[in-house]
């Protein structure tokens, strides 16, 4: 069987056996039948790179290059009955297998997807460790795959997608958005209908014939997106470092240096003032030597949500799902990596940022947040769960130095402390624009050997908006700080350094904790040192200790009147011994029979 101009591409026969689907190099799809051997179906508008049909065979499926996926109606091929959006994170479809109801697809971004189209989202998705699926295959009960490291597994497919679904219902009765618990995709219906010829007027196909298929209407042939890849591979350079070449004239390095070093990046940030977003996050991982520690990381990525998170999806920023997601599974490997971290309310504050840095590469987006937490925010926990009393003493030393007015009308206005706290909790990234927070990384990031220049970037970030807070009150201050502003960067990067070459304020020493070791992660050793009480454990101590004063000077006057009433019976005694003649044997001897006779009435009173 050969096509005449194009070639075939992908070809599967019907759920019944009875026809076969072929798909051609321009995308185009028929659909044959084999007891006749008559075309029996061709589908309107479609550029399709792969396809299948739904076990009942009321439905075709398929994806283009763009990852965008297809529904026909087999009863009515002349128009597509839905389109839908790319999956959020996946660019191509590697594989997709229709079941009942929902449409297993893999993208290339190494996840499964279980994407229901009725209801227009993913119900699940799969994916182990920080492993790439690279294969897979579905039967009613079981389903298998394989991963870029050669394992094949095999999961129990009912199981695992109820455990999936009540998963995610748990999380939407806890507080979790819905359509953060699921990825909805946006889906249209297409207007517009082919017109083919008449299938019966086609030649059928003689058994001796060996050229059947003729295609009608097609377009120009055109290169497909995978020979385009091969030839993309094929041209590469072998040199990592090509991926740097725009950067070598800024840097003034010569075709023949492979290595770029601390100082040449620096002279590029000098320049530019950022690095180019392209490279940046490779930039990152240069600069901060993260180690790659697959294995480590894999065995805390593949324990799941943290116990810790369930509660908190409330406080969770609103992100896309998959953004989400992947903030969750980060945010645990973090909380399991140190168990005081699951404590952070803040946590997932500080890890959404860098994910939207590293798209799919969930390793390394976690070792530059374990970078940020070991390295510049040695002095975050040491008075935890208080916020840090001797970073923010620092800060608050360097703006009295600077700008000792700003320091009295924020003390007058709103604690300085907490406004301070309000901008460091996050790291600036709600303080000041998204990408002249990417460039205020870049340079913490460059200048990795100064971690106390987070003391002098904070300190300079009050200082630029001083005329602006000296404005406000209160609650405005707070409301000014979570508005993301603009910077110039070449000019607040050169205000850091102003205020960072003047030693005259008092800052907390830091060490240098990085690079992070190789191979096994270090363990996290930065629990609180000291207890700050705050106003009300102050006062509910003191209200302890006035009740526990109360309570012994009762008990005192209490037994000042025991031992009054003591002496009073002894001297009655006495009297009254002496007055009827007793000596001192008779009158303790009476005493003690009085004694025995009232423990004698309690005991007979008890029982």
């Not at 229709?98 to 993913?122: D, H």
């Not at 940020?372 to 130095?401: G, R």
């Not at 700080?481 to 000019?491: A, P, S």
């Not at 101590?541 to 008990?555: D, K, S």
């Amino acid at each position: 069987m050969r096509a005449k101009g194009n070639s075939y591409t992908k070809v599967l026969f019907s759920p019944d056996g009875n026809s076969v689907v072929n798909g051609f190099n321009d995308g185009k799809v028929y659909r044959w039948r084999l007891s006749d051997n008559k075309l029996e179906k061709q589908f309107a508008f479609c550029d399709l790179s792969l396809f299948c049909i739904s076990p009942d065979e009321a439905f075709l499926f398929g994806a283009n290059e763009k990852a965008e996926i297809f529904i026909w109606d087999q009863r009515n091929t002349t128009q597509i009955l839905r389109k839908f959006e790319p999956i959020p994170g996946v660019s191509s479809i590697l594989q997709m297998q229709a079941t009942e109801q929902n449409l297993m697809i893999l993208g290339n971004n190494g996840r499964l997807y279980c994407f229901s189209p009725s209801s227009s989202r993913v119900e699940c998705e799969l994916q182990i460790g920080i492993q790439y699926i690279t294969s897979f295959s579905l039967s009613p009960s079981t389903l298998a795959f394989i991963t870029n490291k050669g394992v094949l597994y095999l999961y129990d497919f009912p199981e695992w997608y109820n455990h999936n679904i009540e998963s995610r219902e748990n999380k939407i009765k806890k507080g979790l958005e819905q359509d953060l618990a699921y990825t909805y995709v946006p889906s249209s219906q297409p207007q517009g209908v082919e017109v083919f010829e008449d299938c019966s007027s086609q030649a059928s196909l003689n058994s001796s014939e060996d050229i059947i298929f003729t295609k009608l209407n097609r377009n120009p042939e055109r290169q497909s997106s995978s020979s385009q890849n091969l030839s993309m591979v094929s041209q590469s350079p072998a040199c990592q470092h090509e991926l740097f070449k725009k950067l070598f004239g800024i840097a003034k390095l010569t075709p023949h240096e492979s290595k770029i070093n601390h100082c040449k990046m620096k002279r590029i940030l000098s320049v530019t003032g950022e690095y180019p977003e392209k490279f940046r996050p490779l930039i990152w991982r240069f600069m901060l030597q993260l180690p790659n520690n697959v294995d480590s990381f894999a065995g805390l990525y593949s324990r799941g949500t943290h116990p810790s998170l369930v509660n908190c999806f409330q406080r969770f920023s609103k992100t896309s799902q998959n953004e989400f997601s992947r903030t969750e599974r980060i945010t645990s490997a973090l909380c399991y990596w140190s168990s005081l971290l699951s404590q952070v309310e803040y946590l997932h504050e500080l890890v959404s940022p860098f994910v939207a840095v590293y798209p799919g590469d969930d390793l390394s987006c976690f070792e530059v947040v374990m970078s940020l937490v070991l390295h510049w925010m040695q002095h975050w926990f040491e008075f935890f769960p208080n916020p840090p009393i001797v970073l923010m003493e620092s800060i608050v030393n360097v703006l009295k130095l600077h700008s000792p007015g700003l320091v009295k009308y924020l003390n007058e206005n709103a604690e300085v402390e907490k406004v301070i706290w309000a901008v460091l909790q996050n790291f600036l990234s709600k303080a000041v624009k998204r990408k002249d927070w990417l460039k205020i990384m870049d340079y913490l990031f460059t200048e990795w050997q100064s971690p106390e220049k987070i003391v002098y970037v904070v300190a300079a970030y009050f200082l630029r908006f001083e005329r602006l807070i000296v404005k406000l009150k209160g609650n405005e201050i707070f409301a000014f700080l979570n508005t993301g502003r603009e910077i110039n960067i070449k000019k607040f990067v050169e205000r850091v350094e102003e205020i960072w070459s003047n030693h005259g304020a008092p800052v907390a020493c830091f060490n240098s904790k990085l690079p992070i070791c190789q191979g096994q992660y270090p363990l996290f050793t930065a629990y609180p040192q000291y207890k700050v009480q705050t106003r009300e454990e102050l006062a509910n101590e003191i209200l302890a200790e006035m009740q526990e004063r109360e309570e012994v000077r009762r008990y005192n006057i209490c037994l000042t009147e025991k031992v009054k009433s003591l002496e009073n019976r002894q001297k009655d005694l006495i009297e009254r011994a002496k007055s009827l003649g007793m000596d001192n044997d008779d009158i303790i001897e009476q005493y003690h029979s009085e004694l025995v006779l009232k423990k004698n009435t309690l005991l007979t009173f008890n029982s």
